[in-house]
């Protein structure tokens, strides 16, 4: 697959195949003077990098702590003592984290160096390298700094997740499930017969990977800057996945947040009378195919701090919680402002395993 | 005056005239839930702010040392204690480091806050606030962090200029003559003939300024991410300018450096042979008219120094060193890796004031 995106303020080339990491590797060089790849310790460590180039490599501690904008900082002043300039490509390569942050970098640095993009983890590859969105997070929130900087190209190669765990593959699927709501049935159910014995199947996995990129793209192609309310859809899951992610104090990881964020926004669908066709069973029997949990882990899940986070949302407007909820299998409706008690219902179901 | 000026990936309303600053203020509150003015403390205390609604003000300590992450940072913080979401308008006054800041804060706080913009010095009002240009400096060097980002309006009122410095008048007024450079003889012989006795004829004035915007205006719209080469022609005597502040610690203003960049720029050109119609006395003339310096002030002028401020420009391509240099009235050209020595010499006649 091969697709030129129009993001508005730039047009990204996207190629899914296996093998495609080298192929974005001799296009940056063609195109730019200079190459620098940047990364995560961890991705280094676990990555079999024979395919990169004789070119500096900068890198910084894995995990979320690290979109910072400490780190960002540092990534600065390492390309300025490398020379960088307008004409020095910058390869991001790695999960969410490394996308986000090294995409927020080359967006500022000198008002924006060319972005290339490989990203090494499912979750990264379906979603965040592709749709332009970079950004660090402050004290005060995640992704609370940043911008729309389209990378000049995006490499999805599905051969880089041959070495993910288990638990990085699950974190990704709870973002196809996603992808399989938004899409409609017939993708939906590609999605839920794709069990983690089919995750050694390479073409297999290229053509979920591939149909899940296409759902986003979609999207994204229609409302790049999220002005339409389109690009706010792709928020299915994430308003109460967000909030989980903060009271746990990221504990509860990224793709277990959206998981149970999928189903809080089901349960709350069905209690706000919207639900037409009800699809939790399904849903249930995905996220423990992959062993995703379906009930919240043991802790201090206080109502107070989940209302706070949700009064925190980007996508608030006007001091109204906005909900992005499913009525059926590929149809979502934004639901602004609903009644608090139903969300601490759908939210308590959680703890409770049941609604 | 009233343009729209598409930016690429926005498109800002610009409006040039006395009592402009009004009108910004009932079209953000209009078109938004919310308003928050930003500005730096010393346009605070000049500002008859009888003008602001009731809205909340942030400010901070005057000078480019604010155009900081730290400064930057406070500020995201603070507008997050305000409960700003992108349904909040920022209003951003002051001159060039105020726009510059507050623009890079606006643009990247939750991936971007409409950003409106009413310039108060000279220097904002004809060059900073107009092209979308905004962003911090590092320590490594000025602007090196920043993006592209078109405000939804810009508003030009003159009759701000009232309680400007004869200093600020003389730093805005060596961007005018770039301009004029840059423009023609039409453009450059109003610019000659504008002596700081003008500077209270509020029509004269609006007259001036609309037409030096108008200069920028048709550069930026052709070249919006300076990417074609047209928007680098702005450059015009600024890596000369650039080297001169930072060599000098910034005790050199922008706009005296300018001036001083405007004709080593002119001589340089000479040097190489481009220079097919001089105008230096005229330049000589009109600098001295607004008190600005043609002679670089005593001090420690060591060219090792300014070589390296040449090497750290963002419009180096190649590791070659890049002027944009004029040959004559209307007429400029890029000039990449000219000669060091020539470079040296043209340099060297600011301290003795002869070429």
Redesign the interface.
Known sequence: MKAEVEL??GTTSLVVSAGSRRQIVEQAQSLY?KLIIVSENKVLARLDTAWFPACPVLSFPAGEASKS?QVA?KL??QL?EL?A???TAILAVGGGVVTDLVGFVA??????LPLFSVPTSLLAMVDASVGG?V?ID????K???????PAAAVAVDPELLSSLEARDWADGMSEVFKHGILSGPDFWSRVKSFTPEHANDISGVESLVRAAVEVKLRVVKEDP??RLGLRATLNLGHTFAHAIEWVSEFQVSHGQAVGLGLLAGLRLSRLLGLLRVDFEEDLLNSLKAWSLPTTLPEGDWDWEKMELAFSRD?K????QWNFILPREIGLVESVRGPEPELVKEAFGSLMRGVV
Not at 107 to 112: E, I, L, P, V
Not at 138 to 141: K, P, T
């Open positions: 508005g303020n003077d904008l900082s600065w002043s300025f020379g300039d307008r004409n967006a500022t640095f000198m008002r924006g969105k950004g402050l004290a005060e929130g992704n609370l700094v940043g911008c729309f900087y800057f999220e980007k608030n407007r006007h001091g």
